[in-house]
């Protein structure tokens, strides 16, 4: 299973950049799908994650500014992020897990089962 993330960039306060993740060697089907990030010195954290079929979830943080989807068919996942913040810089992963059953699950970075390698998202202020 490879996950491919993509996306990431330098820009400014308030512009948006939009991240792909696409899967090899796996079906987004029953899956849970999530973005994390994890900014220098800091734990990775939860961003946002789609529950099958189409159950979205967000951080407070980003609530309101980011939305994830997904296209089963083609097995890419999306993070569309709009007014970007300088503490939005963070390297971003996609990651995948079985069917998850809560929203603390959903959170959480050990119940995923595969990542990607992490794009860059930088917000200059």
């Known amino acids: 299973v490879q996950l491919q993330a993509s996306g990431g960039g330098l820009v400014q306060a308030g512009g948006s950049l939009r991240l792909s993740c696409a899967a090899s060697g796996h079906s987004f089907s029953y899956h849970t799908t999530g973005w994390f990030r994890q900014a220098p010195g800091k734990e990775r954290e939860f961003v946002a994650a789609?529950?099958?079929?189409?159950?979205?979830y967000y951080d407070e943080s980003v609530k309101g500014r980011f939305t994830i989807s997904r296209d089963n068919a083609q097995n890419t996942m999306y993070l569309q992020m709009n007014s970007l913040r300088p503490e939005d810089t963070a390297v971003y992963y996609c990651?995948?897990?079985?069917?998850?059953?809560?929203?603390?699950?959903?959170?959480?970075?050990?119940?995923?089962?595969?990542w990607g390698q992490g794009t860059l998202v930088t917000v200059s202020s």
């Open positions: 990651a995948i897990a079985r069917a998850l059953a809560s929203i603390r699950a959903v959170r959480t970075p050990g119940n995923y089962n595969y």
């Open positions: 789609i529950r099958s079929p189409s159950t979205a």
